[in-house]
């Protein structure tokens, strides 16, 4: 039996706030599998970085996790056998983040300390979790460095010295310290331009070989999900729409939010050809509307979708959908 390295199971992440409620993730489930590379795409306050901050444990007031579980049974021996990691104890839950799940947050690259060297930096990081004498942390440091494509040089520099993949590669240096069994990249190629988009990306993958590793990639860019994601769960207005393979969601993508996700994208080729965007704009958390919240968007919304919230629903092997319309088609 195939066990998933994380399961999880009705995530709500709310904004306590004197108009209310904020619902910015709202009843999210979804699987993380061993060995491959998940991506959570759609567009820009959908909930994307407040999910995976729920899952880690860092949301902060006025934000609080309203219910849900994240069970990880595959890393449950470093907590005392209590495989959901929102019920762990701060002292227990700390056995597992960075050494059984790293996180590169969005902007990361720029919260380097400008006037430490990056060894130092790097060391500091590892000997809260992994104490060991100072030669052998500066050697461990230097083989992270050609792990993702720098030289051991790069230690003595300070980041003012390093362009911005530089940067951003380092950090994932530091990320993968302790060998995780599972990396969460938010935002990776933010910033970046596309030839140093790809290089972070390819390192990503140098690394995911390496490490045989599982990793998340949370991105609004469609095309980076299409050269590294194994599977893509599309996500709009805090709830998961649509999962799939990647080559399925790109070549034949259900849920009409999805569609509109991949009509967004430039084809390459001569013939010119007009993009189309979605109508209107995304609801904001605090005033969203009844039924399906992406009806008020949605060229497809039947009655139902104006009332009625869609579940989730598998209607093909791997393949959910959140929508009405998508289950009348394939009933």
């Known amino acids: 039996m195939n066990m998933n390295l994380l399961e999880i199971r009705d995530m709500r992440v709310y904004y306590r706030t004197t108009r209310g409620d904020y619902r910015v993730v709202d009843g999210v489930t979804f699987d993380v599998k061993p ?5 959570i795409a759609g567009e820009s306050g959908c909930g994307k970085s407040t999910l995976v901050e729920g899952l880690l444990r860092l ?5 609080h996790i309203e219910s849900g579980e994240v069970v990880a049974p595959l890393l449950a021996k470093d907590a005392g056998g209590n495989s959901d990691l929102l019920s762990l104890s701060e ?4 056995r597992i983040r960075w050494q059984q799940i790293s996180y590169i947050p969005q902007g990361s690259m720029n919260s380097l300390n400008p006037v430490m060297k990056i ?4 060391i500091d990081a590892i000997q809260v979790h992994q104490p060991m004498p100072k030669a052998v942390a500066q050697r461990h440091v230097a083989g992270l460095l050609q792990t993702v494509g720098l030289s051991p040089e790069v230690a003595k520099l300070y980041p ?20 995780p069994r599972l990396i969460i990249a938010d935002e990776p190629t933010t910033a970046l331009d596309v030839t140093i988009q790809k290089m972070v990306l390819q390192t990503l993958m140098r690394v995911k070989e390496q490490l045989d590793c599982t990793i998340i990639v949370v991105s609004h860019d469609m095309p980076v999900h299409a050269q590294i994601a194994d599977r893509l769960v ?7 729409m649509e999962i799939g393979e990647i080559d399925d969601i790109f070549n034949d993508p259900f849920h009409p939010y999805t569609q509109g996700l991949i009509s967004t994208i430039p084809a390459l080729g001569r ?4 993009l189309h965007g979605i109508p ?15 009806h008020p968007r949605c060229e497809k919304a039947m009655t139902a979708c104006h009332s009625v919230e869609p579940a989730l629903r598998e209607i093909r092997p791997g393949r959910f959908v959140a929508c009405h319309w998508c289950d009348e088609m394939f009933r």
């Open 271 to 274: 013939e010119r050809t007009r």
């Open 119 to 122: 060894e130092d930096q790097i």
């Open 160 to 179: 003012h010295e390093l362009s911005g993949g530089m940067k951003q590669r380092v950090i994932i240096a530091a990320s993968i310290a302790l060998k």
């Open 234 to 240: 599309i996500m709009y207005a805090g709830q998961v």
């Open 35 to 39: 060995d491959e590379v998940l991506g």
């Open 59 to 63: 949301v902060v007031p006025p934000g």
């Open 280 to 294: 209107g704009v995304s609801p904001s958390p605090s005033e969203l509307p009844p039924g399906c919240r992406f």
């Open 91 to 94: 002292e227990e839950f700390r």
